[in-house]
C-alpha cells in the first residue's frame, strides 16, 4: 500500500460522509416547520402535455406571507392539473383555486405536531450519523490492511486520528443541522 492509496481511501470517506451530510439537509428541508416554503413543493410533478414535468417549470411559485404559498402557472390551461397534483401529493393541506392561480394556506402546526416534526428530524440525523460512522469504520478497515500489508504503522496511527477527527467533525455539523431545524420547528 503507498501513501497515495491511503490518501485516496480517506478522500473517499470523506466525499461519502459529505453526501450523508447532502442527503440530510434534503429530507430536513421535506419536514415543514408550519412556514410557507416554495422547497415544500420541489419534489411535486405535474403532467404537462403529457409528459411529468416539475412544477417550477410549468409555474412560478412564491411566498406571499409565513403561511400562504402562491402558485402562478405560466398557461391558465395547467392550474386544474396543478391542483390535482398538489392533491395527490397528499402533502397535507388543501389549493386554493381562483382562476388566476393556486394559493395554498399552510395551517399552523399542533404542539404535538411540532415534537412529532423533531423526533422526525432526529431520527434523520440519527440516520446521518450511523451513515458517517459507516464510513470511518471503511477507512479503518483499510488502514489496518494497509499497516498489515507493509504501510508505515506511526503513519497509520496517524491516519486513525485523521479519520476519527473527521468524524467528529462531521457528527458536530449533523448535530447542529439538527440543532436549527429543531428550533425552526418549534418557533410558533
Not at 459529505?18 to 411535486?44: C, F, T, W, Y
Not at 417549470?57 to 395547467?78: C, F, G, H
Amino acid at each position: 500500500m503507498t501513501q497515495e492509496d491511503v490518501n485516496d481511501n480517506i478522500e473517499l470517506a470523506k466525499m461519502g460522509m459529505d453526501h450523508s451530510i447532502e442527503h440530510l439537509q434534503h429530507e430536513l428541508v421535506k419536514i415543514r416547520a408550519g412556514k410557507a416554503n416554495p422547497s415544500m413543493l420541489s419534489g411535486l410533478v405535474i403532467p404537462y402535455y403529457g409528459s411529468p414535468t416539475p412544477l417550477n417549470q410549468v409555474a412560478n411559485v412564491s411566498v406571499s406571507d409565513s403561511r400562504t404559498i402562491i402558485i402562478q402557472p405560466w398557461e391558465k390551461s395547467m392550474i386544474g392539473p396543478i391542483e390535482k397534483a398538489i392533491f395527490e401529493a397528499n402533502l397535507g393541506f388543501t389549493p386554493q383555486n381562483d382562476g388566476e392561480l393556486v394559493r395554498i394556506n399552510i395551517p399552523p402546526l399542533t404542539e404535538e405536531r411540532r415534537k412529532g416534526l423533531v423526533k422526525q428530524a432526529k431520527s434523520l440525523g440519527e440516520d446521518a450519523k450511523v451513515s458517517v460512522r459507516n464510513e470511518r469504520k471503511k477507512a479503518m478497515d483499510f488502514l489496518k490492511k494497509a499497516v498489515k500489508g507493509g504501510y508505515p504503522e506511526d503513519a497509520g496511527k496517524r491516519k486513525e486520528d485523521e479519520v476519527d477527527n473527521m468524524t467528529k467533525s462531521y457528527g458536530g455539523k449533523i448535530d447542529a443541522l439538527i440543532e436549527a431545524k429543531e428550533k425552526d420547528i418549534m418557533t410558533i
